[in-house]
């Protein structure tokens, strides 16, 4: 579907035990902004999000979209799709008859996103809401994509983001999410979080274990990779829901 970039990475491990792993090297940190405050952010970065955020983002949303492997007729979820990169790609691969829905919290990027999919003269399918409480039934989606979101959640919202994400995927429903890692923590990150320390609502994203995560919610993991950005651990983990 895309192209890996694998070989922009420092590493490209890829784990598949579901076995729960040690004890995490310290404790993840809180994102205490509002959600109205991330709102307002990612709307007025919408028009240039993609010349600021891309050169670090697109390689590893593109690991997650082939990890992921929609095919057509699948019914699938980018939650948080920003300004449509994933949706876009999601959208062709569903084609012809399936279909590919983008949510995202802030109106401005849910219109880069209608423009961006217009302009590759697909049907945009794009909702403007908070990931954590979903506008759609139960069982509605074959697949779930969301890179760099699940971590804007602060920590005790992740378990209940999860259980949202599972409640409007099939019984054999799958998701491949894409998140900052605190699993391979260095210097770049403490550095990082430093930085999202002092300015919460502009580096909102935080580094987060996000196979843990998944294991101890009762995901089955299928597939696991580590790899870096600009020096930060992503981690990109395709599994089944509990
Ligand atoms: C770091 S960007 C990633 C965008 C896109 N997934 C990508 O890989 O390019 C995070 C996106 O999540 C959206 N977002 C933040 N909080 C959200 C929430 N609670 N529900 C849905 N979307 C949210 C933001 O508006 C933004 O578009």
């Not at 994203?205 to 995560?213: F, K, S």
Request: include cysteine.
């Amino acid at each position: 579907m895309s192209g890996t970039n694998s070989d922009n990475y420092d590493t490209a491990h890829r784990l598949t035990s579901n076995d729960l792993p040690s004890t995490p090297p310290g404790p993840i940190a809180r994102v205490p902004r509002p959600k109205t405050d991330a709102r307002d952010w990612y709307d007025a970065l919408s028009d240039w999000y993609d010349i600021v955020a891309d050169p670090f983002e697109a390689p590893a949303r593109s690991v997650g979209l082939d990890v992921l492997e929609a095919t057509p007729g699948e019914r699938v979820l980018d939650v948080g799709c920003g300004t449509g990169s994933a949706l876009l790609e999601l959208s062709r691969a569903v084609t012809p008859d399936g279909l590919a829905i983008g949510l995202d919290l802030a109106p401005g990027m849910c219109q880069t996103a209608r423009d961006r999919l217009t302009a590759a003269d697909l049907e945009p399918d794009i909702v403007q809401g908070d990931g954590a409480t979903l506008p759609f039934a139960d069982g509605v989606f074959d697949a779930l994509f969301a890179s760099f979101v699940l971590e804007l959640f602060d920590t005790p919202a992740v378990r209940p983001v999860l259980s949202e994400w599972s409640r409007v995927l099939a019984s054999d429903g799958r998701l491949c999410i894409v998140s900052l890692s605190r699993r391979r923590a260095g210097p770049v990150t403490w550095l990082y979080e430093a930085v999202h320390e002092r300015l919460p609502t502009h580096v909102d994203c935080r580094p987060i274990y996000l196979r843990e995560t998944l294991l101890e919610a009762g995901f089955v993991v299928h597939d696991h990779r580590e790899i870096s950005a600009w020096g930060l651990p992503v981690e990109v983990v395709h599994c089944e829901i509990p």
